[in-house]
C-alpha cells in the first residue's frame, strides 16, 4: 500500500510543480515506484517540468471519465523506469473531474506505486478539492512573503478542516542576504504565523530555470543548491533526520575584516 | 420568641414584634393570641407592640379587634411593618447577593455568555458571537472575530477584531500581542499601530472620549516572566 502526497499552497507561483518534479524524481531516484499526478486540469505544466509532453496520448480526465485505462494513460520517465506520470488534459478545465472520481483514482494509484505525487493547482476552488481528495499527507510550499504566507494559512486551515492534519511545510526561494538585510522574512516568522513543521527550506537558484526549460528535475544536478534542498526534503519525507541546509553565503576579505572590528 | 402555630412574638432590639400568620383565618389568629398572651403575661407589660403579617392587608374592622386584645394585656399596637423591615429567614441571601452586585459595578466587571475557542483562528475563518470571545490561541491575518462583548486573545491578534459589534461602546479589546490588520469597537474603526509589537506586552484597546486608544494592559505576572 503506497501514500498519496498532495503538494498544495494556494497562492500560484510558489513552486509546487517544481517541488512535485523534483521529490517525486528524488524518491524514484532511492529506489521507490512513484507516480506524479498533475490536476492542474486547463493548465498544465508538470509533463513540461519533466520533459515529457511529447508523449502525452491519454490524460487524467480520460482515466476519471474511463475512455481509457490507468496504464494506458501513465508515461515512463526518460530517466527512471520506475517513475510514471498521469498528466492532466489541456482542452478541458477542473470541472471535468470530481473529488469522488480522485479518490477513486488514488485508491488505484496506491495498490501499485509507493508514492503518489499530486500536484495541486494554485485557488481554493474545485481543482483544490480534486487534488485533496484522495491524499493521505499534505506538503505545502510557501515564499518568504506576506502575500504567500497569507494564502498558506488559508490553505492550512482549509485542509485541517478535510482531515488533513499535521501538513509538513516547505520554504521556497528563500534568499539568505535578504534574510541577513532584514529584507526578507526568516524562517522564525513563517513558522511563527503558520504553526506547523518544517520539511524543508529550498534556496533560490538559477538552475531551476536551467532546469525547468530544459526538462530535467534540478534534484539530479549534484551542483545546484535547490537539488541539494530537495535532496534533503526527500530523505526527510522517507523519515529520515536531516539536518537543514547552511544557506549562509560564504563571506569574503570584507565580511571578516567588519565582523573584526565590530560591525554586523 | 414564644409561638403557637399562627403566632408568634419575638424581642427585638426596638421592641416587641408580634408575627401573623398571613394564611390563617382572623378568628383563629385572635384565640391563638389571647392563648400567648395569657402564658406570657408577666412580662410583656407595658410593652409597645408592632405587628407583621407578610403581604396581609387586615380590615378595620381587624384592626381594631386586634387593638382591643391586646390591650387587654397592657399592650400597645404600635404600628405594622413591611417585609423589608422584618429578619426573616432564609432572606439573608437576598440581601447578600445585593450587596454583591453593587461591588462588581464599581470594581468594572463585566458578566455575560462568554464562547471559549482553544485553537488557533487561521486566515479565512470568521467567529461571530452574541456575548464575549475568549481566543486561546492566535488570531492570523485574514481571520476575523465579531463579538457583541469583549474580545480578549491570549495570544497574537494579527487579524480583524470587531467588539461591541451592536453598539457597546464599553466593549475592549484585549491581547498578549497587539498587532491587528484593523481594530473595531463599535462604530468606531481603527488601523494597527504602526510600529513593531515587540516588546509592548499585553495591550488593551477601548474608546476613551469618542476615541479608540490602546492602553498597556494591567497584567503585572505575564511581563514578570517574560523579563
Known sequence: MGEVIVVTSGKGGVGKTTTSANIGTGLAATGHKVVLVD????????????????????????????????????????RFSNLFLLPAAQTKDKTAVSPEQMKLLAAELK??????????????EQGFRNAIAGADRAIVVCTPEVSAVRDADRIIGLLEAAELRNPKLIINRIRPEMVKRGDMMDIADILDILAVDLIGVVPEDESIVISTNRGEPAVMDQV????????????????????????????????????????? | MTRTEHVALKGTREGLVLYLDPAADFGVLMKELAKLLQNSVQFLQGASVRCYAGKKEYTEDEHTRLGTVLREQQLELAGWLTSEEVFVQGKSQAYATEDQETRLWEEGMVEGSCLFVERTLRSGKSVQFDGHVVV????????????????????????????????????SVSAYYLAPTQ???ADLVTRGPEDEADGRGPEIARIKEDQLIVEAAGMNGWRGKAR
Open chain 1, 224 to 264: 545546484s543548491k535547490a537539488g541539494e534542498a530537495y535532496r534533503r526534503i526527500t530523505r526527510r519525507i522517507q523519515g529520515e533526520e536531516v539536518p537543514l541546509m547552511n544557506l549562509d553565503v560564504p563571506s569574503g576579505i570584507m565580511d571578516r575584516l567588519k565582523r573584526l572590528v565590530g560591525f554586523r
Open chain 1, 39 to 78: 490536476t492542474d486540469i486547463g493548465l498544465r505544466n508538470l509533463d513540461v517540468v519533466m520533459g515529457l509532453e511529447n508523449r502525452i496520448v491519454y490524460d487524467l480526465v480520460d482515466v476519471t471519465s474511463g475512455n481509457c485505462r490507468l496504464k494506458q494513460a501513465l508515461i515512463k520517465d526518460k
Open chain 2, 183 to 185: 481594530l473595531r469597537i
Open chain 2, 136 to 171: 486561546l490561541g492566535d488570531v492570523n491575518p485574514g481571520a476575523e472575530i465579531i463579538a457583541t462583548g469583549n474580545i480578549a486573545v491570549l495570544g497574537a491578534l494579527r487579524g480583524v477584531a470587531h467588539a461591541g459589534a451592536t453598539g457597546e461602546r464599553k466593549a
Open chain 1, 111 to 124: 495498490e501499485e506505486f509507493d508514492f503518489a505525487i499530486i500536484d495541486c493547482p494554485a485557488g481554493i
